[in-house]
Structure formats: C-alpha cells, structure tokens
C-alpha cells in the first residue's frame, strides 16, 4: 500500500509540472546603453562601482549581466537582458533601468571604457567611449 502511494504521489507531481511554462522560454538580447556614472579618474588599487543606464523595452525584459571583454587596459562593456517569449508583455516607454559592476584598478595609465550603444546603419556597432586616467 505504501508503494501505491509513493508511486501515486510521484505521478500527480510529475504530471503536475509543465514543460510548456512560458516564463522558462527566454533569449538572451543585447540592449542599448543610454549613459553611464563612472569617476573621472581612479586611483590604483581601488575598486569603484560603474553604473549604466538603459532603456527597458518591455515587462518581458529581466537584467541578465554584463558582457565584459578586458583587452589590456581597454574594456567593452554591454547590458544583456533574459527577453522572455510570453504573449502577455507590456511595451514600456521611456522606462529607464540601472546596473551596476564593480570596477578593481590594477594596471597604470588610462583605462579606455567602451560601452556598447547600438548598431549603425551598416551593421557597426556603436560605442559611448569614455578614458578615465589612473593616479597613484
């Protein structure tokens, strides 16, 4: 008997999840960066917070993280957002959204900051470019 309801159980648990749940079906969307609060200069050896702004196109939209290429001391910096596929989305409009990493300073010389802003005609990528000095 105990084996009918362990097994009974395990059933109704099984056939009571979905594989077809909508907020699991997702992509991951590069989204354009708008601004950026960053220092005017470092100081070696300090970590500082670097915030971005971006524009949340949808309620279907959920920060994911940052892409972040280190190429000596130049760093390209994206937002990648989850677009979740659900029909049920609101279209936002001027919704305004921060992030924030933290930056360590480890190297001499100016850092070369290029925050990722959108394709061009022509397919470029397009880049706010910011160089912040590194003092001792």
Known sequence: MKKFIVLSLALFVLA?????????????VFLPIESV????????????????????PSTC????????????????????????ENNRCDTLTNK????????VVTSNGSYIFKFWQEKDSTGED???????PVTN
Do not use: M
């Open 16 to 28: 009571s999840c979905s594989l077809d749940d909508d907020r699991q079906n997702y992509r991951s």
């Open 37 to 56: 609060d960053i220092p005017d200069e470092f100081t070696l050896g300090k970590t500082y917070p670097i915030t971005v702004s971006y524009l949340k």
């Open 61 to 84: 939209h959920a920060f994911k993280e940052f892409y972040y290429l280190k190429k000596n001391n130049q760093r390209t910096v994206a937002v990648i957002n989850y677009e979740y």
């Open 96 to 103: 305004l959204v921060e992030a924030t990493f933290n930056f």
């Open 126 to 132: 397009q880049y706010l470019t910011i160089e912040v």
